[in-house]
């Protein structure tokens, strides 16, 4: 191998830190936990090779060792394979065919990927490199060390004298150090995740994360054998039994997740962790149920994880065989997949339709626009150009010529999608489709109508549409946009597309976005080149049912019009989000930079929320997202929608990962939740958000596959693979992770819960569903969005520790609900048809929504009240803790659900006149009176599905003197969603 060797010395490298890994004694070890369900349960006679699997391909031999790279978007160019042939222990890439492999260097000590990008230690230890990409060619980034290791979070290397740890290029603090970085003192062992690094003490005694953005270590656990990472995963195996655990960031808490292995792998991109059993006769991977692995693979001696396929080598004659998993995931609602084939600079739009498609618009590289739609996953169209394509023939076709670097809008506004999109010529121009009907302008003939002729749109626009309900699907068109010497313009235009105002200008302005609350008021947000952020407000003048083109729109009442200031003298914002009108009140984000003290002169940096309230003086309202360490230049850039009455944000983060969080209206003290990654994709611009209901469009059958259902959809660009575009059914890849975390879905086998519900070893009984990320039932969505309805301080445990207890009650069983406890989940089983019931899990069929699912899981939240039903426990201290509510205010509650319960279902004190029981909702002939828990489940119901219909019962009952549903409303009101109100499907009612 062609290393230049130098001497050179990691230990000579500058040192940032001398922190150590020491000994905490005192720390909880990893627990030793009793084997529930065996991690490899199959007998040793039924194991086969990995050759005899379907899914292997034997892909070259012998070889030694195996390093796998990735870059998103690709998974074909941007997934790489590197191993080393015997007996030389030359290194070679992959070139995608069986048996076609190109030699780029010699041998090395270790080989390690950070992404797809190649490292090597040299063989004696002296030196680290780096491969360039060209066969042969490899540059020296550091001296000597005793090892190293690489994943997303960088490379790392131990000195070969200290075992110190250090850092290449390290994301440090506020910024990227060049060269050698020590982040702390020797360990046992190293493990590299997507943002955290782990060590484990020499003496194994304690597991250590390293949070870049603090420049700390902090112990997350006791001893272990080993720690392995990958994604934002993090393992370890228990020193005595071998068993392996997983931990969970968010409880900081270890569970048992498996027994031994020979070997451990882990994809560096999701995390997923695959097994070699103890015997080598067996290839597993863990299913994400604790306990639960699927097997994958016979016989192998070592394997090696690399999304999205996993790599092994065969006894005897170490021939390298590839399990290949790409089908599986191009299929899969959780991962991003093509479009089809279009090159293009910027992130496309995306939207649902009335005609029950989901459409993608694109901008090609040379100006043209295309579109392209689908009815399921995995079935777009080919792109069609919007308007006539350019002629190749001696007289040239007119055609439209958008921007190549501007992205377009798309806006669905009633039956009809309106796009937009910035012209060649600096001009704005619309095309609408309505139905099924091709794409069209307001100008007979024309598929491109141009709204303005100036010329001076010169950079990202947006537009709002607003609407009087009475005139037919007249409206105005508000937009925004970037214009010249470095100025926000506004214009309006009629229904027609005529121009209908004056231009107004912000000066000193960067870019600006628009939004409407779709009839009288439109308000922007507005960057400058200052420290601030403008909020303007224009509202409609005279009555709301008038003639729009006859109308002007004036700057909004008092207290409308505000600003944002960035922390400090030398604070500045960047990267507006779209403004979104949302309960009440319209929505803006932004990325913001400020000093963090007055003596370090180091930046901290936040995404941050804003809301307006029309109508009321600005009261400041301000909650941050998440804060955050740029790289270089890069800030964060969000994007908003309204989902389901849910105010939904997907987001580019500094290191360019999607990410998502929403705003947990149901909780006003802690309202953004989320910041995971999504599915790893990368991009270097804002996301692009739409939403689809497609359940209307859908037939008993089609709840039976995968399929889109109520869901939110992304779309991004990556330009640094030639404009490749990918999307992804966003709101399932936020759902099934958290639905993992709490459920085990399992498909039936009858579609009656008798007698499979006894036993689950009955030959008809539920079968266990090992993959979520490839189900792709929309059922999945109505099942995660339950999550939603609760605060998140109540549902993001309810569930999972309800099976806790009824399983260390030991009254279940089923086999669903197996020790150890703290193992087990929330068994969701799916029927094709039937009814709904509870009998050791809940049983619901696919069909169902999430009003219709939360009546069975409304038992399990009922239950962590300690809501029993009638003549049974009251509530404990364990049931306050669980729930984090008062002892004191759950007594009250048994008290106040379980006054005038009768099995009968009987009014107590009368009926109103449409037959409801005073004191309750009357559901299904007041089904809700029969129990103390279905009077709470009910009550709930409808609080955050119809508060309307709610409160007008509440109404009726005190018209007759009668407060019993009253005070169930305000219970529910002050303990559970802490003063949020509801209207109709979990819109929130804010002041």
Not at 329 to 334: C, F, K, R, V
Not at 528 to 554: C, D, H, M, Y
Not at 656 to 663: C, E, F, H, K, T
Not at 941 to 969: A, I, T
Request: hydrophobic residues 35%; contains cysteine; glycine residues 12%.
């Amino acid at each position: 191998m062609p290393y230049k060797l130098s001497g050179k010395r990691i230990n000579q490298l500058r040192t940032l830190s001398v922190l150590t890994l020491k000994r905490i004694n005192q720390l909880r070890t990893l627990s030793v936990l009793t084997l529930g369900i065996l991690f490899l349960s199959f007998p040793v006679a039924t194991k086969s090779s990995v050759s005899s699997q379907s899914l292997w391909g034997q892909i070259w031999g012998p070889v030694g060792t195996v390093a796998i790279g990735w870059k998103f978007p690709d998974t074909e160019k941007g997934h790489v394979v590197y191993a080393t042939k015997l007996p030389e222990g030359d290194i070679y890439v992959y070139n995608g065919s069986p048996g076609s492999w190109t030699k780029i260097g010699g041998p090395a000590k270790k080989f390690v990927t950070v992404g797809n990008i190649l490292y090597a230690l040299s063989p004696d230890g002296s030196g680290v490199y780096q491969y360039t990409g060209a066969p042969g060619q490899w540059t020296q980034v550091g001296g000597a060390a005793g090892e190293i290791y690489g994943g997303l979070a960088g490379l790392f290397a131990t000195n070969p004298q200290t075992g110190d740890i250090n850092a290449y290029n390290c994301g440090c603090g506020s910024s990227i150090l060049p060269g050698w970085t020590k982040l702390g003192g020797p360990g046992k062992i190293f493990a590299v995740g997507a943002e955290y690094l782990y060590g484990l003490s020499p003496d194994g005694s304690v597991v250590w994360q390293f949070d870049f953005a603090t420049m700390r270590w902090a112990a997350v656990g006791g001893a272990a054998a080993s720690i392995y990472a990958g994604g934002n995963k993090l393992y370890a195996t228990n020193p005595q039994s071998g068993d392996v655990l997983e931990y969970n960031h968010e409880t900081g808490q270890w569970m048992k997740i498996g027994g031994p292995g020979k070997m451990f792998a882990v994809d560096q991109v999701t995390g997923d962790l695959y097994g070699l059993s103890p015997d080598a006769s067996a290839v597993y991977k863990y299913t994400g149920t604790p306990n639960q692995w699927m097997n994958v693979g016979g016989a192998a001696t070592s394997i090696y994880a690399g999304w999205p396929n996993l790599y092994a080598t065969s006894p005897a004659t170490l021939n390298l065989w590839r399990w290949d998993n790409s089908q599986a995931y191009a299929h899969s609602q959780t991962a991003w997949t093509k479009l089809p084939p279009i090159t293009s600079n910027v992130t496309p739009a995306v939207s649902g339709h009335s005609d029950g498609r989901v459409y993608t618009v694109a901008v090609a590289f040379n100006g043209l626009m295309a579109y392209s739609s689908t009815v399921a996953p995995g079935s777009w169209d080919a792109w069609q150009t919007i308007g006539p394509a350019p002629s190749t023939g001696p007289t040239l076709t007119p055609a439209f010529y958008a921007d190549p670097d501007t992205s377009p809008v798309l806006i669905r506004f009633g039956d009809v999608l309106y796009l937009f999109a910035r012209g060649r010529d600096n001009n704005l121009y619309a095309s609408f489709k309505a139905g099924n009907n091709d794409w069209a302008s307001w100008k007979s003939g024309v598929t491109w109508q141009s709204l303005t002729s100036d010329g001076r749109v010169r950079g990202r626009f947006d537009v709002a549409l607003t609407a009087p309900g009475d005139f037919g699907g007249n409206f105005d068109i508000h937009v925004l946009y970037a214009s010249e010497s470095n100025s926000v313009e506004y214009r309006r235009f009629d229904f027609f597309g005529n121009p209908v105002s004056a231009t107004e200008k912000w000066s000193n302005g960067v870019e600006g976005t628009i939004g409407t609350d779709g009839a009288n008021q439109v308000w922007m947000a507005i960057r400058t080149n200052g420290r601030q952020v403008l909020i303007e407000a224009k509202t409609r003048n005279g009555p709301a049912f008038t003639n729009p083109s006859q109308l002007g729109w004036a700057l909004g009442s008092s207290g409308s019009v505000t600003s944002r200031l960035a922390d400090g003298p030398q604070g500045a914002f960047f990267n507006i989000s779209n403004v979104v009108y949302f309960a009440g009140a319209f929505h803006v984000a932004y990325a913001v930079k400020y000093l963090c003290d007055d003596v370090s002169g180091r930046y901290c940096h936040d995404l941050a929320h804003t809301r307006i309230r029309p109508g009321k003086p600005d009261d400041g309202y301000v909650r941050f997202i998440t804060d955050y360490t740029p790289q270089g230049t890069e800030h964060p850039q969000a994007e908003l929608i309204v989902y389901r009455n849910k105010l939904v944000m997907a987001y580019r983060d500094h290191q360019g990962w999607i990410r998502y969080a929403y705003w947990d209206s149901a909780d006003p003290t802690t309202p953004w939740v989320g910041r995971e990654i999504i599915a790893w994709a990368s991009t270097q611009q804002r996301p692009g958000l739409g939403a689809l209901n497609r359940r209307p469009f859908l037939s008993g059958n089609d709840y039976a596959t995968s399929n889109f259902g109520d869901d939110l959809f992304a779309v991004v660009n990556d330009s640094r693979t030639n404009g490749l575009l990918w999307f992804i059914n966003f709101s399932r890849g936020i759902f099934i992770p958290q639905i993992g975390e709490q459920f085990a879905l399992y498909n039936s086998n009858s579609d009656g819960m008798n007698p499979v519900c006894r036993d689950q070893n009955d030959p008809f009984a539920p079968t266990l569903e090992s993959n979520l990320s490839q189900d792709g039932r929309p059922f999945l969505t109505e099942l995660g969005y339950n999550l939603w309805t609760l605060p998140h301080w109540l549902a993001g445990r309810t569930f999972k520790d309800a099976t806790e207890l009824g399983c260390q009650a030991g009254t279940n069983t089923s086999g669903r609900f197996d020790p150890p406890c703290d193992a087990v989940k929330y068994p969701v089983i799916i029927m094709s048809g039937g009814g709904i019931g509870i009998c050791s899990g809940i049983w619901q069929t696919r069909q169902d929504d999430y009003k219709r699912i939360w009546e069975e899981l409304g038992h399990a939240t009922a239950g962590i009240l300690g809501l029993s039903d009638n003549n049974s426990q009251a509530p404990t201290q364990t049931n306050a803790s669980l729930s984090k509510i008062p002892l004191s205010a759950l007594s009250q509650a048994f008290n106040l659900f379980g006054q005038r319960v009768r099995g009968d279902r009987s009014c107590t004190v009368g009926a109103a006149s449409s037959g409801r029981c005073r004191g309750f909702t009357g559901i299904a002939g007041n089904y809700d009176v029969g129990t103390r828990q279905h009077s709470f489940i009910y009550t709930a119901y409808y609080y955050f599905s119809d508060g309307d219909q709610l409160r007008q019962w509440v109404q009726e009952d005190l018209q007759n003197g009668d407060m019993l549903l009253q005070d169930k409303y305000n219970w529910i009101k002050q303990n559970i969603f802490k003063g949020i109100e509801f209207r109709r499907d979990n819109e929130p009612l804010i002041d």
